[in-house]
Nanobody
Framework: QVQLVESGGGLVQVGASLRLSCTAS????????VGWFRRAPGREREFVAA????????GYGDSVKGRFTISRDNAKNTVHLQITRLEAEDTAVYYC??????????????????WGQGTQVIVSS
């Protein structure tokens, strides 16, 4: 069983950049597809980005395309989410999730079996 821990959140200003990290323990992350989701206050959980186990295939939610980049370093058991040009609407708790799967990534939260506790991102204007 893999354990996931998010880090990198914080209070930032509109227009700033931030890099979130999802670090795995317990098992190697290299066989897991990983997704990022977020939940803003009063809103449902939203798909942000996902990456397959190899790192070659990625997908993004419509609201973050062009500003968010997902990547992975399997040697370090870590997946990153680079966020640029932050907007107030990006304020949310960001979660990473994992699924034991090769070659595919998933955009539906119900596909994932393992979740981290989340990291808070607050974007102030």
């Amino acid at each position: 069983q893999v354990q996931l821990v998010e880090s990198g959140g914080g209070l930032v200003q509109v227009g700033a950049s931030l890099r979130l990290s999802c670090t795995a323990s317990g098992r190697t992350l290299s066989r897991y597809a990983v997704g990022w989701f977020r939940r803003a206050p009063g809103r449902e959980r939203e798909f942000v980005a996902a990456i397959d186990s190899s790192g070659y295939a990625t997908g993004y939610g419509d609201s973050v395309k062009g500003r968010f980049t997902i990547s992975r370093d399997n040697a370090k058991n870590t997946v990153h989410l680079q966020i640029t040009r932050l907007e107030a609407e990006d304020t949310a708790v960001y979660y990473c999730a994992g699924k034991d799967a090769i070659k595919y990534y998933f955009i539906a939260s119900r596909e994932y079996d393992y979740w981290g506790q989340g990291t808070q991102v607050i974007v102030s204007s």
